[in-house]
């Protein structure tokens, strides 16, 4: 169990790695099937993958600019969207000379953006392309459905059975069915 965690953490520092390089992004992230609220790097880790000062990530916890989940003991826990955050207020205020305040609402903005248009995404798929299923703990998931299981399941409904024949007065009659389906 052990080396499947460390394999985990590994995919989820290259994931952290692309985000920062912009090779990748969290909708990219969370597509592939990262969790991208996973509280997964310490704040050394998470300073060292953003590159930036582990005390800037204090500060911008104790101003909210970037807030990290916490253990039970009370360290902080950073999120591949946390990395994200950091990276894009870096380089808003060094690069773009934005003030804090205002990269709070730039990062709010984007944030309310990404969820718009991936709740677009969602709607605008055809009806009946996902299904709801229960998670690991119990939690109510949508997923989607294969476009090879939908054919599957079409030709399963639509296809005609030939059962064997059978005689009447000498002669072989075909006996066709049709599966339920046939009928739309």
Not at 12 to 32: K, M, Q, S
Request: hydrophobic share 40%; with cysteine.
């Amino acid at each position: 169990m052990a080396r499947a965690a460390k394999q985990i953490r590994a995919l989820y520092e290259l994931c952290a790695i692309a985000l920062v390089e912009g090779r990748a992004d969290l909708d990219g992230a969370d597509e592939v099937g990262f969790d991208i609220d996973l509280p997964m790097f310490t704040v050394g880790r998470a300073a060292q993958l953003a590159d930036i000062h582990p005390q800037t990530l204090r500060q911008y916890d104790r101003q909210g600019l970037v807030v990290p989940q916490r253990t039970e003991g009370g360290a902080r826990r950073y999120s591949l969207r946390d990395i994200d955050r950091l990276v894009q207020a870096q380089s808003l205020s060094q690069d773009e000379g934005i003030n804090l305040a205002g990269i709070v609402r730039i990062l709010e903005l984007q944030e309310e953006n990404r969820q718009l248009r991936r709740q677009v995404k969602r709607l605008s798929n055809p009806a009946g392309s996902s299904i709801f299923a229960a998670d690991t703990d119990g939690d109510i998931v949508e997923v989607q459905r294969s476009r090879s299981a939908r054919m599957w399941r079409h030709d399963i409904h639509t296809r005609r059975r030939e059962l064997p024949g059978s005689r009447v007065g000498g002669e072989e009659v075909s006996n066709s069915v049709v599966l339920w389906g046939d009928f739309e």
